[in-house]
Structures are given as C-alpha cells and as structure tokens.
C-alpha cells in the first residue's frame, strides 16, 4: 500500500516508533526504511520521506528536513552509501543533534 501511494504523488512520511516487530531495540526507524525498500521505494524516495516530508508534516520545514542555512543542523554520518544500500542508515558513525555533535 505504502508503495502504491508513493507512485500516486501522496506525501508519505516515515515513522518513529518505540516498538516494531522484528525490529532490533533502537532500530525502528532504519527497520521502517529497509521494509520500504523491500516493497520498492527507492531509497531517495525513502529518504526525503524520513527528512523533508517529515518536516513538512509537522510544519517545521523552515527549521529541520534538509541541510541549509539558517536552519537547526541535526546530521548523520553513515558508513557507506545509503541511496545504494539503505542499510547502511544503521552504520551511524557521528551525530550532530542542534548543530553540536554527539559523543
């Protein structure tokens, strides 16, 4: 369904939950994009829903979503090439949350 209404032009966005099934503790999120892509999302698609179209839903577009300037700076460094292999969203290697970076 999620795929059908991607192809039809509906903003989708992707979801934050505490609990999934078959979903390591913590991983929900990157759990959600891999089965998005089992079902033929691209991983660009997969990716502007989990950043822009979030920020978009919530209204705070003109703060979060995408890397410009002026606006909160919330980062992920990734080992590897997630438009390649959305796995690699799970091989996190420094976060920055509010423009510091995490330890």
Same mark, same amino acid.
């Given at each position: 369904?999620?795929?059908?209404?991607?192809? *039809?032009?509906?903003?989708?966005?992707?979801?934050?939950?505490?609990?999934?099934?078959?979903?390591? +503790?913590?991983?929900?999120?990157?759990?959600?994009?891999?089965?998005? *892509?089992?079902?033929?999302?691209?991983?660009?698609?997969?990716?502007?829903? *989990?950043?822009?179209?979030?920020?978009?839903?919530?209204?705070? +577009? +003109?703060?979060?979503?995408?890397?410009?300037?002026?606006?909160?700076?919330?980062?992920?460094?990734?080992?590897?090439?997630?438009?390649? +292999?959305?796995? *690699?969203?799970?091989?996190?290697?420094?976060?920055?949350?509010?423009?510091?970076?995490?330890?």
């Amino acid at each position: 369904m999620t795929k059908k209404l991607n192809e *039809a032009g509906v903003h989708i966005v992707l979801g934050s939950h505490s609990s999934v099934p078959y979903a390591e +503790d913590g991983w929900a999120f990157q759990h959600e994009m891999e089965l998005w *892509a089992e079902c033929g999302i691209s991983n660009t698609d997969i990716i502007v829903a *989990a950043t822009m179209e979030n920020a978009l839903y919530f209204r705070i +577009d +003109d703060k979060l979503g995408s890397i410009e300037k002026g606006k909160i700076a919330d980062i992920l460094i990734v080992r590897g090439n997630p438009l390649k +292999d959305i796995k *690699a969203a799970k091989n996190i290697e420094r976060v920055m949350l509010n423009g510091e970076w995490v330890r």
